[in-house]
């Protein structure tokens, strides 16, 4: 599922950040995304579980971008994606290689980035684009929109 159509109606907000290599590319991403959250209202609150979505959303990228790193090449792009209270990360990567979980002791360091996504995305997928993909996630604030409106 390419999780288009569980993304509610109303008017988008969209950033994107060209990257290239791997140095810093994760802190890079995280500032990105920290100021964009900023801009779109999801860190102006005394909300409890907003701000600790706030962090959900930045370990999110953080662990997208490391798997991209890792194990696609590195990131290309990352794209947010905004609307009603709804978060769209994706990070586009040169390697058609589907995300997948490999058998792995819980207690050895490493390779829990996709358990991650698992815990704190709402959905998470992966599609296919040119000859690579896109790795996509999206959360949202527990308290509804920013603007109060609901969805």
């Known amino acids: 599922m390419d999780g288009a159509d569980a993304r509610?109606?109303?008017?988008?907000?969209?950033?994107?950040?060209e990257l290239g290599g791997v140095q810093g590319v994760v802190t890079r991403c995280r500032d990105f995304t920290a100021r964009a959250l900023d801009a779109w209202g999801w860190t102006a609150t005394a909300y409890e579980p907003d701000l600790e979505r706030v962090e959900d959303?930045?370990?999110?990228?953080?662990?997208?971008v490391t798997n991209a790193c890792l194990h696609a090449g590195g990131p290309e792009e990352l794209v947010l994606r905004h609307r009603a209270g709804v978060l769209r990360a994706e990070v586009r990567d040169p390697s058609p290689v589907?995300?997948?979980?490999r058998p792995r002791a819980?207690?050895?360091?490493?390779?829990?980035?996709?358990?991650?996504l698992d815990r704190l995305a709402e959905?998470?997928?992966?599609?296919?684009?040119?000859?690579?993909?896109?790795?996509?996630?999206?959360?949202?604030?527990?308290?509804g929109p920013p603007d109060g409106a609901r969805r």
């Open 106 to 116: 819980p207690s050895l360091p490493g390779g829990h980035g996709l358990m991650v």
């Open 8 to 17: 509610p109606a109303g008017r988008s907000q969209i950033r994107r950040l």
């Open 98 to 101: 589907v995300p997948a979980r």
């Open 123 to 143: 959905r998470w997928g992966s599609v296919p684009e040119g000859t690579g993909k896109v790795v996509w996630l999206e959360v949202s604030l527990p308290s």
């Open 57 to 64: 959303v930045l370990l999110l990228v953080s662990e997208v």
